[in-house]
């Protein structure tokens, strides 16, 4: 069984200021998911990674995966309060090609 | 663009009572998921179907939970007798064959058990 790990657990920050998040594993991955949650709902996918050393942007978001493929990272760049969540990765480990295990993911607040 | 929808959203019921839950997926999608999120954690793996065949159960999935999809379209998530202990979101996914797992979730059920 896989430990994933997700830090920092809690996050909260004033809108306009960057941050980081990240995920990470003793376990190697072919593909990791990052997803967004907000109170009430169900996860919004936000990119999936595959390829160690991959960067992908989507607008102000930042998404690394790790060379080894053994961690990841979301990077923020001026937080706004519509990016309050939480945030989840949701790596594959090749061993199951359909179930997701989910780290406990990172509660973000960003304040006006 | 119709996306994953559950139903109810909320459930409120007496320890011991059943309770049904349904999910209809993204319309196109052969994979349907359902997991189960308490405060604090992320959603964890409860069962997944491909079409109508349900491929794998979680020991999370005690014999009081059953699930079906009977025609490989909308599936439900059926608790017999619930505990206190059911208390939690129930979140249904869907996706593609071979979609780099990229699943979709529903807005997910609120159980809670008194």
């Known amino acids: 069984t896989q430990l994933l790990e997700q830090s920092p657990q809690f996050l909260s920050i004033q809108e306009g200021e960057n941050l980081t998040v990240y995920c990470n594993s003793s376990?190697?991955?072919?593909?990791l998911q990052w997803y967004r949650q907000e109170p009430g709902e169900g996860p919004v996918l936000l990119v999936t990674?595959?390829?160690?050393?991959e960067v992908k942007k989507l607008k102000r978001l930042t998404f690394q995966f790790g060379d080894a493929r053994k961690d990841s990272s979301l990077h923020i760049t001026a937080a706004q309060p519509g990016d309050t969540g939480l945030y989840l990765c949701?790596?594959?480990?090749?061993?199951?090609?359909?179930?997701?295990?989910f780290g406990k993911g990172t509660l973000l607040t960003v304040n006006p | 663009d119709t996306g994953v929808s559950q139903d109810p959203r909320h459930k409120i019921t007496k320890r011991g009572q059943n309770v049904t839950f349904r999910c209809d997926p993204i319309?196109?999608?052969?994979?349907l998921y359902w997991y189960r999120q308490t405060l604090g954690q992320g959603p964890e793996f409860l069962t997944y179907?491909?079409?109508?065949?349900?491929?794998?159960k979680s020991r999370l999935l005690s014999d009081r939970f059953s699930a079906e999809r009977p025609k490989g379209s909308f599936s439900t998530l059926e608790i017999q007798r619930t505990e206190q202990g059911d208390s939690a979101m129930y979140l249904c996914?869907?996706?593609?064959?071979?979609?780099?797992?990229?699943?979709?979730f529903g807005p997910g059920t609120r159980l809670t058990v008194l």
């Open positions: 996914a869907s996706s593609l064959t071979g979609s780099k797992l990229e699943q979709f």
């Open positions: 376990s190697v991955f072919s593909s």
């Open positions: 990674v595959v390829t160690g050393g």
């Open positions: 949701a790596p594959n480990s090749g061993g199951s090609n359909y179930k997701l295990t």
């Open positions: 319309s196109e999608h052969n994979r």
């Open positions: 179907f491909q079409n109508e065949a349900q491929l794998e």
